[in-house]
């Protein structure tokens, strides 16, 4: 698919916090199943400890498999200020931040575009009470972060109000740019 492409064509390798809490909620004998589960439902941000420590062991296992691949677009973290003191804890000198894609878009649209994948996803939190509490945990949580890559000058702002084929053709353009 056309998302993977780019990622593909500049190194990078995908990694999304929430799928992989999603695939720890799963793992039989997972001791953080219920917890993260909890989390989800209610639109909060899990522990850092325990996404931190999904993300560094995909990360590691990318490398140790093939040391070429050290590029990672992480998607969805950090999400607040916990997340982004684990991963500065975590990863200092270890790893460079090189830009944040952000996606901005209207809660509305954002909540009518999860509300239609959960006619077929299957996740707990596309319905419509989660959803406004993942956008209340954004405005309270995540975007004041967005707002200190900002002030970094870091942040790529992409409009994803927009159709597939607009948001893409930008994201393209964006890492055309940065490589
Ligand atoms: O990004 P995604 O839609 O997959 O996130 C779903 C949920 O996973 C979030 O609402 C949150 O409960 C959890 N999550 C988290 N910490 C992150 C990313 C996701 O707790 N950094
Ligand atoms: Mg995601």
Known sequence: VCHEFILFKYGYTHLSAGDL???ERKRPGS???????????EGEIVPVEITISLLKRAMDQTMAANSQKNKFLIDGFPRNEDNLQG?????????????????DCDNEICIG?????GKSSGRSDDNRESL?????TYLQSTKPIIDL??????????DASKSVDEVFEKVVHIFDKEG
């Open 21 to 23: 809490l999603r695939d």
């Open 87 to 103: 991963w500065n804890k975590t990863m200092d000198g270890k790893a460079d931040v090189s830009f944040v894609l952000f996606f």
């Open 132 to 136: 406004e509490k993942r956008i209340h």
């Open 149 to 158: 890559y900002e002030r970094m000058g870091k942040v790529r702002k992409v």
């Open 113 to 117: 575009r999860c509300l239609e994948r």
């Open 31 to 41: 001791q953080y199943g219920e917890l993260i589960e909890n989390y989800i439902k």
